[in-house]
């Protein structure tokens, strides 16, 4: 069953972040706003990975000052997402 997510990062320039997710395997994922090449980048290469094995690759990178970054969002929207999907 392929479950869609949508996340509101906070602390990057990106807006939002959907998710599609099959089996705990990223099937789909889009930034919206943020830097195009290089969320279109990283969205590109979580296509096909498992949530968790994204989460670990992602999880605490930074961008220049910022104590976050798209690709950390991305890691939290994730951990959101498996959170909620385990309370369900």
Known sequence: ???HFTYTP???C????DL???DGVIVAAKFTGGCAGNT??????VVGMTVDEAMKRLSGILCGMKP???PDQLSKALAKYKTEKENA
């Open 10 to 12: 906070s602390g990057v």
């Open 20 to 22: 599609d997710i099959e």
């Open 1 to 3: 069953m392929k479950d």
């Open 68 to 70: 976050t970054s798209c």
């Open 14 to 17: 990106s807006r939002q972040i």
């Open 40 to 45: 279109q980048g990283v969205a590109a290469l």
